[in-house]
């Protein structure tokens, strides 16, 4: 909960200039209100602040108490009226180190501090050079990550695609369609095992040969791919069947073509072929791309899982391209059309789910060995709730008014687990259909294979209305990555994470904040947008905004260009909760925080307890909540946050490395939250505390911390998602919470020596300010505070050098 309320803004004179929209724009700076008060529990003290999110409260009255804001907030040239006396307050020091006795200890230092100092002769040279580093964010941005995630994404990705167009037109002309061209450089492959693992087989190989420029031969496929054992299963173990008897070749080549990738069905001369065992080799495209770069022709065998996850990410248009290119071919969707049709007809709604039910004998024998592989990761999700999946799917959200196809092998199934199953789907109303019982007699289908039957059971899950799967089953997890990128409800029964995620990292977890039009103007706008632009183009993550305001505000809108999801929503508890803040309103917000004052703000920051029963949010067992002041470093994977994942809420440490925690950021665990909210919001209210949890903080944070205490404490979430600016450097970090003092506070001590935070604007130059800012500042792009910031900390080295140096002079008199 980070309770720093903000200040009215201000644009310092040497700022003056078009924001990225063509028109000026103000400057935000804030002075948050920050007191000490004494921990009696602890003897520690503990900063008391007054905002718990203010992206999600009203700002009215932020100053407060009638205190004057400081020189740099009073209006457009508030830094100008600082910057003006620094050259008086330069000669003072100069001055007065002058006037140190020859035996002062301290007066050479104190001379060579101020003449570090004198930076209203360099403000001018910095001042340009940051307005100039700003013009410029655009070709800087590449730095970030190495170059992985080029800014702006969106131009970039559409530049790309125009030139593997124009890439593919150019190769379909040399190669003269789909056979393979006698001089080209192949690549071929096999495929292993079931059916999921066969696709994810072909999508290895096909990422490959895009990256190594080389036609792909279509490998053959497998009709049995069952694994008694560990023991793969490919060509040489089972038979075999051209590419053609289950997929349309055609619509396959067309497709990739337009992707740029070479596909042909004619294999080159055996004898001409190299074969080459991917298992041999740690990295299997360098090798390919270095030792075996002058072999024409290449044959690998199963490349399954073998591409590096960077590399999947990096070519995740292609890996969806490749999936959206595997169409079933004419004999099959003859089959699907005939299927989908009977379903669809049993439901006014038109309309069929589907749910893949992993309960079959050699299934649970696979999970025992997989959740006792000796290597210390925790599995404990494959069996999870398979006997109470009607309860799950009814948490989900899973439409009870359309029939619900099981997809499971009944024959292998335990008949023990599959009973239970099946009682709890009836329990909860679900009206089961299996695909045998549909057709009977002269009207039954046809007699498929094992692979054969699982493509009909994959492409029934593609396309129906709602799919629940078992995660941990690459088959289903395969139908969820695929439903989720093209924004249709997926989700699975099992709990936990979806571990093919460690393989395709292309699950993009879902992320909300809270936000309203009120904090347009202040740092908050601009913080929130370099949130959401990180979210996007660097976590790779789907945004979410609880928003408040007008839907004309110019914030609404850039939300909506940037693709975040907009949820609207009145909380059922608000006039309840409104009646008990009167209890000790005007106490709760002379002592504890400003949030108290209004109802609004109250409000605002209560709003995060009801995310878990958003209908948005069905389909998910995690998402990640965030205040708007952070920004994200690296791709964000639920498989990153390890196991086991938080029962209730993963939340982190506060300032101390202590409980109660902090409530801004949270891994929040939607279906366990969702059963526990009607009974948490009654605790609420039954508490009559005025909405202050004595021990635990006031609020939101302060409810969550004591009603969920035996889930949430011992278990704080690694440092890594919640670093902090004025902690130690996490060179790992995911996601740097800028919590208590932002950009603009660090820029104030930075120049005048004064922070309203105590120590801690000093803190963070002497730990990660710095290192955090270079990348902050190409997100914040609006943000000349930002970009000052950044240029200080590289080109005014020496500057901040001074002023911490002149600050620990302070400490030591």
Not at 51 to 63: G, L, P, Q
Not at 161 to 188: C, I, P, W, Y
Not at 588 to 614: C, W
Request: with cysteine; hydrophobic share 40%.
């Amino acid at each position: 909960m980070d309770a720093w309320g903000p200040r009215t803004p201000a644009r310092p004179a040497w700022a003056e200039g078009p924001t990225s929209s063509g028109e000026s724009a103000p400057l935000s700076t804030t002075t948050p209100l920050l007191q000490p008060r004494s921990r009696a529990s602890s003897g520690t003290t503990e900063w008391r602040s007054p905002s718990a999110d203010a992206c999600a409260i009203d700002f009215e009255d932020c100053n407060g108490k009638g205190r004057k804001p400081p020189p740099s907030r009073r209006g457009p040239a508030g830094y100008a009226a600082v910057l003006r006396p620094l050259l008086m307050a330069a000669l003072a020091l100069a001055l007065m180190a002058g006037s140190f006795t020859a035996g002062s200890r301290l007066g050479k230092r104190y001379a060579y501090v101020t003449a570090q100092l004198h930076i209203d002769s360099q403000l001018s040279q910095l001042h340009s050079l940051a307005k100039r580093r700003l013009a410029a964010i655009t070709g800087d941005a590449h730095a970030l990550q190495g170059g992985a995630y080029p800014w702006p994404v969106k131009s970039f990705a559409e530049a790309e695609q125009n030139r593997l167009v124009a890439q593919a037109a150019q190769q379909e002309r040399k190669a003269g369609g789909v056979h393979f061209n006698g001089s080209e450089t192949t690549l071929s492959f096999q495929v292993c095992n079931g059916f999921a693992n066969q696709r994810a087989a072909l999508i290895s190989g096909i990422v490959l040969a895009a990256q190594l420029n080389r036609t792909v031969i279509l490998p053959r496929l497998l009709l049995n791919g069952t694994q008694p054992d560990e023991a793969e299963v490919n060509e040489k173990t089972s038979g075999s069947i051209p590419f053609g008897d289950m997929f349309d070749v055609g619509i396959f080549t067309q497709r990739l073509a337009a992707r740029g990738v070479r596909v042909s069905t004619q294999a080159p001369d055996p004898s001409q072929v190299l074969a080459v065992k991917v298992g041999s080799f740690h990295d299997l495209l360098f090798v390919l791309n270095t030792t075996y770069s002058s072999q024409q022709h290449l044959r690998l065998d199963c490349p399954m899982f073998r591409v590096h996850p960077d590399i999947v990410t990096n070519q995740s248009s292609l890996v969806f391209a490749t999936m959206d290119a595997m169409q079933p071919n004419a004999r099959f969707k003859g089959i699907l059309q005939k299927i989908e049709t009977k379903l669809r007809s049993m439901s006014n709604a038109k309309a069929y789910n589907v749910l893949h039910l992993r309960a079959e004998e050699d299934w649970l024998t696979h999970c025992k060995r997989w959740e006792n592989i000796p290597d210390g990761v925790v599995r404990d999700n494959c069996m999870n709730n398979t006997e109470t999946v009607g309860e799950q799917l009814q948490i989900h959200g899973v439409n009870q008014e359309v029939p619900l196809l099981l997809a499971t092998s009944l024959v292998q199934a335990d008949k023990r687990v599959l009973a239970a199953a099946l009682k709890s789907l009836k329990e909860h109303n679900y009206t089961v259909v299996m695909r045998h019982e549909l057709f009977v007699g002269a009207a039954a289908l046809p007699a498929l294979s094992r692979e054969e039957s699982a493509l009909i059971d994959y492409y029934l899950g593609l396309n129906s209305h709602q799919f629940v799967g078992n995660s941990v089953s690459s088959f289903s997890a395969m139908i969820i990555m695929e439903r989720w990128n093209a924004g249709r409800y997926a989700s699975y029964y099992n709990a936990g994470n979806i571990p093919l995620e460690v393989f395709f990292p292309l699950y993009k977890m879902p992320w909300v904040f809270t936000y309203n039009d009120w904090s347009v103007g202040t740092e908050y706008e601009l913080m929130v947008k370099a949130a959401v632009r990180s979210a996007i183009y660097v976590a790779r993550m789907k945004p979410f905004c609880m928003y408040s305001g007008s839907t004309t505000s110019p914030i609404y809108s850039w939300f909506v260009d940037q693709g975040v999801t907009i949820i609207t929503h009145t909380p059922s508890w608000k006039e309840a909760f409104s009646k008990e803040v009167e209890r000790n309103r005007q106490k709760n917000t002379k002592e504890h925080s400003h949030l108290y004052a209004t109802d609004g703000r109250m409000v605002g920051t209560f709003q995060r307890i009801d995310i878990p029963i958003l209908r948005e949010f069905d389909q998910y067992h995690y998402v990640l909540f965030t205040d708007c002041d952070v920004f994200f470093r690296q791709q964000m994977k639920l498989v990153d946050w390890g196991t086991p994942l938080p029962i209730a809420a993963g939340m982190g440490y506060e300032m101390d490395d202590m409980f109660p925690y902090n409530a801004g950021i949270m891994l929040m665990n939607i279906p366990y939250l969702r059963k526990t909210n009607a009974d948490f919001i009654s605790w609420i209210l039954k508490q009559k505390n005025g909405l202050y949890f004595d021990g635990y903080g006031p609020l939101d944070q302060g409810a969550i911390n004591q009603y969920y205490e035996k889930e949430i404490k011992g278990r704080p979430m690694s440092k890594d998602f919640n670093a902090k600016p004025y902690q130690e450097f996490r060179n790992g970090a995911r996601i740097v919470h800028l919590h208590g003092p932002k950009p603009n506070h660090y820029l104030d001590w930075l120049l005048t020596g004064k922070c309203d935070f105590g120590g801690i604007c000093e803190g963070g130059f002497f730990n990660a300010v710095c290192k955090y800012m270079t990348d902050y500042a190409l997100f914040a792009t609006e943000w000349d505070v930002a970009a000052t910031l950044r240029m200080m900390c590289t080109e005014g080295h020496d500057l901040v050098e001074a002023r911490t140096q002149w600050a620990a002079m302070q400490h030591q008199h």
